[in-house]
């Protein structure tokens, strides 16, 4: 399949007034012309839930203004699911060649040597941050400080147990969020504007809903709580009313965050010299109204992959342009880097398309192009009028984008050609050995790596909590053959403390424990108790399928002096004095040199 990279520059992006001027003054006229960006991505979205979409069950004007201010996408496509989707964005790059085959356990994190949209715009000049959910890989030179990003703040996870004051990170260091969760990143992103109001800036909003637990404060749950829906799921699955409405309320939240952002955009006189983008991760968490379309997240049929995506850049733009051409999570960086007069210098091939055509002209010379989405072993090949699906089944989307009629037998010629692109992609793209990668520790240029109960393995009776590894932790700990193992690498000798995170009750403590990697080792006893109750069922609108969480205690091991190089990392309990040992959540370590 042929790509093709169109390059415009904007002579009021670089444009620089050569008159007797110095070269620093050139150098900050142009870096005043930058345009900031703000890409806000929802998580577990559909299609169908903006106000926007037709969708009278809810009102989501600051997120539709996006659209009526700038342009709009009427067939944009993202993977099914939250990682592949991610990658993808960050990198304009087909994730499988990312390395990213899964969602957790390692699997979620895009391979080292590729170049992400936030290098490219800090090399340029930009400050970074992004705050929210990362889940592209959480220990450094995987974790987003790694990645081209100054400032982080979130949870690097796929998803995470509690939306209030929950547990997080800062750049790698343990932290307590602040109130409701969106709300809270909404906030850091505001302070990182104000702070970078002289400069340009790309701020990153990967927000955490409406993915599960189906969490929301009381004033947006009361707005929809006894709400009557007009627009329900078209299609004979059973709809989950309460589920929908949650996640209708989680939307409704967004709607005002995105407000918030763009105020203050307004109060800082930033708005015409920044680029706002909204979009989703994928297709809806549950069954609901998504416009007639066939598959929710996990699909590859239409449902599964279709996405909102309005970008907005004032008196730069098209006001209220509709945009019927394809397009995919790999054109954003293209076409960023690209409306920024930034070239685009890349070690490896992009996949994706620089959108300027079809967002400026309006009769662009735009070639046909096949978007492929894949998950789980299964893939579909998208052009600009059909799709053949996961089964080899062809439907002209145009006439039928509830994918209810196949088509196959009446284009036989095109079945087969999209049948043959499809294989080769396949063939081309897709990985054909396993993931050995092991968990990097002690980044010699980073002061905290996590190694978290989900990226470890239980050994003996140690059980996870819940079968989605994502926030879970290590629970029925209670015999000494017992353990838990990470592949680890350590990549710079170096001396680091050691914090663990635990709960125990009164009556067992005083474990003994041992960390050991390779000829190193430390050793700890539990000697204080802490005993919480579990938490997260007394916010949730809708029992959850994750796992509930805890208020972890750190307990500090001691130090530990670790050397270059790839060993099994152990935590196994010397002595059990009672009937268990603890409940466990996660290992920080600190570098101390």
Known sequence: MKHILYFYLFGCILLISCKDQESEQKTATSEQQKPNIILIMADDQGWGDLSHSGNTNLSTPNIDALAYNGVSFNNFFVQPVCSPTRAELLTGRYFPLLGVRSTSAGGERMNLGETTLATILK??????????????????????????????????????????????????????????????????????????????????????????????????????????????????????????????????????????????????????????????????NGIRF????????????????????????????????????????????????????????????????DLTPVLLQENPDWEERLIFNHWNGKTSVRSQKYRLDENNELFDMVADSGQTTPIARQVPSLTDSLKNTKDKWETEVLPTIADKRPFTLGHPDYTYTQLPARDGIPHGTIKRSNKYPNDSFFTHWNQ??????????????????????????????????????????????????????????????????????????????????????????????????????????????KRLD
């Open 123 to 284: 090399e340029a000049g930009y400050a970074t941050a992004a705050y929210g959910k990362w889940h592209n890989g959480m220990q450094p030179p995987y974790h987003p400080n790694a990645r081209g990003f100054d400032d982080f703040y979130g949870f690097a996870s796929g998803h995470w147990g509690n939306y209030f004051d929950p547990m997080l990170e800062h750049n790698g260091e343990i932290v307590k969020g602040a109130g409701f969760l969106t709300d809270d990143l909404t906030d850091h992103g505001m302070e990182f504007m104000t702070k970078n109001k002289e400069q340009p800036f790309f701020l990153f909003l990967p927000f955490n809903t409406p993915h599960s637990p189906m969490q929301v404060p009381d004033t947006f749950w009361n707005r929809i709580k006894d709400r009557d829906l007009e627009m329900n799921h078209q299609g004979d699955e059973e709809e989950n009313i309460q589920f929908t409405k949650a996640a209708l309320a989680m939307v409704e939240n967004i709607d005002e965050n995105v407000g918030r952002i763009m105020a203050h955009l307004d109060n800082l006189a930033l708005t015409d010299n920044t680029i706002v983008i909204y979009l989703s991760d994928n297709g809806p």
């Open 480 to 589: 000494v053959q017992d353990s838990i193992t990470w592949d680890a690498e350590v990549l710079a000798d170096g001396e680091f403390m050691v914090d663990l995170y635990y709960t125990c009750n009164e009556k067992n403590i005083g474990s003994t424990i041992e960390l050991r990697f390779g000829g190193s080792s430390l050793k700890s006893k539990i000697l204080v108790a802490h005993d919480p109750p579990l938490t997260g069922m007394e916010n949730d609108r809708v029992e959850r399928m994750e796992s509930y969480v805890k208020d972890f205690r750190p307990m500090q091991l001691g130090k530990i002096s670790l050397k270059k190089g790839r060993n099994t990392l152990s935590l196994k309990a010397l002595d059990i004095p009672a009937a268990e040992v603890m409940d466990f959540r996660l290992l920080l370590f």
């Open 290 to 353: 998504n416009g007639g379309l066939k598959g929710r997240k996990g699909s590859t049929d239409e449902g599964g992959i279709k996405t909102p995506f309005f970008i907005q850049w004032q008196n730069k733009i098209p006001k209220g342009k509709k945009v019927d051409q394809i397009a995919s999570a790999l054109d954003v960086l293209p076409t960023l880097t690209n409306l920024a007069g930034i070239p685009l210098k890349t070690q490896k091939p992009i996949h994706g398309k």
